[in-house]
């Protein structure tokens, strides 16, 4: 098979006590200077880093460059696989690059005109996107093309023609924040930059680490590892399974310049197998939303429906974040007019200073506001997660299929172009992030999961297979819409959410996908037309459950009964099935 399904590592921080602080900051400010200098040094090499012979980094760069450090061939191994780390990530990107490359174009520029200064041109930008995204991937890099896509469009702004080269658009990274690897090291007991001894009975493990005293001076001999860190229940956990890997020292940098320092406590954990291919039984399919964030289903291999359909809404968080941004929006305003008042004085004139103090606070205030933006994308991608491995669980599922991230449905929401933008970006943002999550949370669980194509999921009756329309709404008929939540078959008469319907169906490609493995021995995923292979493998008997959804003119009443919160932090995902609620209970608590 294709992956290796033996093990997976877990990172936990657990941070330093406050009397090895400064020392630790310390030590990551010098360690941060020579790997800057190293990256610096092998910048012009960069794609030597596209290639890789070990898994270590450092071996990359200490057969380039000799020594930069003099505190040690170990502790310089550690700065170099940082800065290793680092060169492979901008290898990583500088061939996406060269993917994107071909399709910048003017059209992505929209030229200055009198009212309105140069800008990006959005639509041009997604088009660009939908047509590389490669057919047969997950489509888990769009997020990385973007990003590209609009650094080249920044830098035809500033210099009015688009970059021939990776290196000239991107400037030389530089690591702002200190991390320390200590995987170039000899491990916990003969280690020469750190040591660590593990006390499993005690619930903890005992650390120590070199660094240079406020004079430069890095101590000499190694002692008992001395510092005692209490180890939390999910890393004792995972150590009674697992071994500990070589630990990062990383520090963490507060909006408020608050710095501290963790150690990011790494455990290798065995993973349980994935049913074998012919003995999967059951599907659970999920979509994302027009209207909930998640909608799943599960269907046995014969195209049975064994669970009813589950809605997962990110309700009035969408109204939280979209707050959010419009505050980031404001605050920047107020930082373009402050940085003109201040530009109005000469440098080094003291009546810069009022604007300089007061543009501090609200920098600061901005990165705040970010961080709990993202902090907020994040934990709904880890709760739309769980919920759907809780899912698989209950109804004992061995592969879940979801739809590949390559689809940039239309999504409805924000008036101005500028606003459906953001939402899109936040979207695919919270996309990519809820597909990581699950990727690395079934090959945990060892559930299998695989992408589908996403082509007309929406737009195909589950019972029948022939195309369909969507309507605002049961009793809208009259008028079919494109992004309609309601779905009716002119066909068969099939009657049900637009969402819940492409639930099915893309646990109907799932079904597809593994027969046509099970017989060919080939990974292929079919599209939604193919319809003799979706149909002949499996026909949806979608009685009972699926007719019984009532209306859903009114957005949030997609089903009256059972409706619940499910996280408490927020008061804003809200989980809606025609399950009873004490089962809806037992799911969730
Ligand atoms: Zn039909």
């Not at 299998?448 to 195909?460: A, M, N, Y």
Request: hydrophobic share 40%.
């Amino acid at each position: 098979m294709r992956r290796n399904w033996a093990t997976q590592s877990l990172s936990y921080p657990i941070r330093l006590p406050d009397v090895v602080q400064v020392d630790a900051l310390r030590l990551l400010d010098v360690s941060r200077e020579v790997i800057n200098a190293t990256v610096s040094a092998l910048w012009d090499r960069l794609d030597a880093f596209g290639m890789r012979e070990s898994t270590y980094a450092y071996k990359q760069v200490t057969a380039m460059i000799g020594s930069c450090d003099p505190l040690g061939d170990r502790q310089w191994r550690c700065e170099a696989e940082q800065a290793g780390r680092i060169l492979r990530a901008q290898a990583e990107r500088k061939k996406q690059f060269a993917l994107m490359l071909p399709v910048l174009c003017q059209g992505m520029i929209l030229p200055r005109t009198e009212k309105k200064a140069a800008g990006k041109n959005r639509k041009a930008i997604k088009q660009a996107l939908a047509d590389l995204r490669d057919e047969h991937s997950d489509g888990g890099s769009g997020v990385e093309l973007q990003s590209l896509i609009e650094q080249a469009c920044n830098f035809y702004l500033k210099h009015g023609c688009f970059p021939d080269t990776y290196e000239e658009m991107q400037a030389i990274p530089v690591l702002k924040v200190g991390v320390l690897p200590y995987a170039g090291d000899d491990g916990g007991e003969k280690g020469q930059a750190y040591r660590l001894r593990l006390d499993l009975e005690g619930r903890s493990c005992f650390f120590a680490f070199r660094f240079p005293d406020e004079a430069g001076v890095w101590a000499g001999t190694w002692t008992e590892p001395q510092i005692l860190l209490p180890l939390p229940d999910p890393v004792v956990e995972c150590l009674q399974v697992g071994v500990a890997l070589a630990p990062t020292l990383r520090e963490i940098r507060e909006p408020d310049g608050t710095r501290y320092v963790v150690l990011d406590f790494i455990v290798e954990i065995p993973v349980t197998e994935p049913a074998e291919w012919k003995h999967v039984r059951r599907v659970l399919g999920w979509d994302w939303g027009v209207r909930t964030l998640v909608t799943a289903t599960v269907l046995d291999v014969k195209g049975n429906q064994v669970a009813p359909p589950l809605f997962l809404d990110s309700g009035c968080l969408d109204g939280i974040q979209a707050h959010t941004r419009r505050h980031i929006d404001r605050l920047n305003a107020k930082v373009a007019s402050l940085e003109s008042r201040r530009d109005h004085f000469p440098e080094g004139d003291p009546r810069r200073e009022p604007a300089m103090r007061k543009l501090a606070v609200l920098r600061r205030e901005i990165a705040c506001c970010w961080r709990k933006y993202s902090a907020r994308n994040r934990d709904l991608a880890h709760l739309a997660a769980n919920i759907l491995l809780l899912l698989a669980n209950v109804w004992g599922v061995e592969l879940i299929a979801g739809e590949s991230l390559k689809s940039l449905k239309t999504t409805g929401h924000g008036r101005s172009a500028r606003g459906r933008w953001v939402h899109w970006r936040n979207n695919s943002q919270i996309r990519g992030e809820l597909w990581r999550c699950l990727r690395y949370k079934c090959h945990l669980a060892g559930i299998r999961l695989e992408w589908q194509q996403p082509k007309d999921t929406s737009h195909t009756c589950p019972r029948c297979g022939k195309p369909a329309h969507t309507y605002a709404s049961p009793s809208h008929l009259s008028t079919a819409v494109d992004a309609g939540a309601w779905l009716s078959c002119a066909a068969c008469g099939w009657n049900g959410a637009r969402d819940y319907a492409a639930a099915v169906n893309i646990a109907r490609l799932g079904i597809a996908f593994l027969k046509q493995h099970l017989q060919t021995g080939r990974i292929s995923h079919p599209y939604m037309t193919e319809t003799e292979k979706v149909k002949n493998s499996a026909s949806y008997i979608g009685a009972g459950l699926a007719l019984r959804l009532p209306p859903t003119s009114p957005r949030g009443r997609l089903i009256e009964s059972g409706e619940m919160y499910v996280n408490g932090w927020i008061k804003a995902v809200t989980l809606r099935s025609a399950l009873p609620q004490d089962t809806m209970l037992r799911l969730c608590g």
